[in-house]
DNA sequence: AATCTTAGTGCAAACGTTTGCAACATCGAT
DNA sequence: ATCGATGTTGCAAACGTTTGCACTAAGATT
């Protein structure tokens, strides 16, 4: 016995039937004897008999399985949409494969190569830091293959984008910051070729300008990386060097914002009390950290399984692309916990 | 023009050769005369021929691709392993199909399922807490089929099984903790059914015998779930109601470990010179919390490439799985920081 | 008795590749 | 001339399915 799997080959020939029966009595399709079926379905079961993928989608020119791209799984905003990814798919019957870009464009596009090669039926993608040009997507947009983008979107026309309300999120955040009486609030930028950053820091000042403040551009200071030791250092240089020194902090994201909270603490400032911070995403320490993290949470599970039902959709023709034209955006929330709140009500 | 990729019957057809031959062309096989490799590739590129790894899949019987089955992408430690795996596979030519278990047994076997179908090469497994019965693997294992368990091994005979030194490293964690003179020290255990649970308790154990000190059992307290809010009121039990109050907490996990953190400054006492906490795992936030959070960091992502390169070892019979009868151990580190460190050196 | 339905089944092609074998032409050596 | 060798190519089968079409045998209808 060999490890081969049984084929509808083996039951047809031990049936002495042909393998258009058995694939028609496995299917019940009309038209084949109960009598016939009944053997059919006995002998696969005994023989542990598994319908060859493969064999399927050479016939079918479909795969039944989704390309997902993603900069680092590690993120844990990226591991939440996975998640919904993986749960739609599954309960629709799709698989799929993973490939992280590491944030580099080489990856991106290798990993699109091998991704096509295998005859996937669509991509979902938040493309990388890196890439700027969009030649490898639009080719395929062009010919008409499903591609979604997900919370990094693209200004490519015709491309679908589906995203986290970045900037009300944003918005939220600094006009809760006012609220509670800050005055000097700080925006720890992100890298300002992704839009997400851009419509962030655009919250942060329509903000300001709503509750007529004025907007200080050297309050505004980019954080390319993101992680704490880096926004740990800057925002230790502002504290110590800034002529008026701020009194609250708005970060593109909660490493950033952590970070602000470290060097705050180390200054001896007391927060909330003398410094309010507010990061973004809602990572699982927001909770865990003293004191505990504001931040704007972003429904990642919500946003792959949206995606994903939407991407199953055009695959499966019941939607079409061409009648969505507008972004599709979720909606953040705001997740006020003891680094933002002086004023208890 | 459809949709269609270009394939060697196009070629072939354009050039007026046959199939076989602009497959060999393609391949650089001998016997092909320089004009027609020529010709057979120029023309390739022109129409970005890709070949289709479906049908290749199907003639070879071997998909290239491999199955991931872990329990969450959201743990770190989790997101860590894939990325190792990622990068061995891809480096090597192989996909990554990637399924989450939710820790569900049902789900464990039917992504089993699936990927079979898909004709998967091999498997990397960290099986799901409700799995108590192997058989949907050993059938596998006994068909020769390439299995690895990482991190959450098994006992079944002939499985290669790849973990971190889960008992060395609660074994150093506990040392620690009694060098830095901490005397009643609780374990906030792991599910009981899971190795790495027991083989923690058993490096505690082992720790507080070598130091001559008395194990009481009431100072070892299953956290089933994990979590922090579960950790927080049992260690806040703990602390209030035990008649010799710990005074230092080693956690199966970080979350129990920022739990009882929480658990223990809510109740005011001073960490780390009242109370000791060693987490297990070295999640990203262990530097972020206050006091930052020693722990025992386990090499993820060395443990997924490593992991991966016995697989593929495996898959194209470079390696004999026969030949691994042990279990493969790779070495934690045990990362003190101010959450244990009351005697500065 | 001749024709028409109908139910049940099989044939063969197709999806895109690879590969053992055979076929052919050309050329040099006998 | 004949034989072998060599270089180049094509044929056809195979991987496991699905599916349009054709076929058979039986029963129903005239």
Redesign the pocket.
């Given at each position: 016995m060999k490890l081969?799997q049984a084929?509808?080959?083996d039951i047809a020939k031990e049936l002495?039937?042909?393998?258009?029966?058995v694939?028609?009595a496995?299917?019940d399709y009309p038209?084949?004897?109960d009598?016939?079926k009944r053997k059919v379905k006995e002998l696969a079961e005994k023989l542990n008999?598994r319908?060859?993928a493969i064999?399927?989608s050479?016939?079918?020119?479909r795969s039944y399985t989704i390309g997902v791209i993603i900069p680092e799984v590690v993120h844990f905003f990226f591991s939440t949409v996975i998640s919904g990814i993986e749960e739609v798919a599954y309960s629709r019957g799709y698989n799929v494969i993973l490939s992280q870009t590491n944030e580099k464009i080489g990856r991106e596009k290798s990993s699109i190569e091998t991704m096509l090669s295998n005859q996937i039926d669509g991509f979902m993608v938040s493309y990388s830091k890196e890439t700027e040009n969009f030649d490898h997507f639009t080719r395929l947009l062009d010919q008409g293959f499903p591609i979604i983008f997900f919370d990094r979107s693209t200004d490519i026309p015709n491309a679908i984008n589906i995203m986290v309300d970045d900037y009300k999120g944003a918005f939220d955040a600094v006009s809760h910051l006012i609220e509670q009486g800050y005055q000097k609030i700080v925006h720890l930028a992100g890298p300002k070729n992704l839009k997400i950053s851009k419509e962030r820091e655009r919250g942060y000042r329509d903000a300001l300008k709503n509750y007529g403040m004025e907007i200080q551009e050297e309050y505004i200071v980019e954080c390319p990386v993101g992680s704490d030791e880096e926004s740990k250092e800057i925002t230790t240089n502002l504290l110590t060097t800034l002529p008026e020194k701020p009194d609250a902090f708005f970060a593109n994201n909660d490493m950033a914002a952590v970070g602000a909270m470290a060097a705050a603490k180390s200054l001896g400032f007391k927060i909330p009390e003398q410094i309010g911070i507010v990061g973004f995403s809602n990572w699982q320490f927001c909770s865990m950290v003293d004191p505990s993290l504001s931040s704007v949470s972003q429904p990642g599970f919500r946003m792959g399984a949206r995606a994903t039902d939407m991407l199953l959709d055009i695959i499966e023709k019941k939607l079409d692309p061409q009648k969505i034209t507008e972004p599709i955006t979720l909606d953040t929330q705001l997740l006020i916990r003891n680094s933002s709140l002086r004023i208890k009500s």
């Open positions: 081969g084929t509808i080959k002495n039937v042909s393998s258009s029966t694939s028609r496995l299917k038209g084949i004897s009598e016939t008999y319908p060859n064999a399927l050479l016939r079918k020119s």
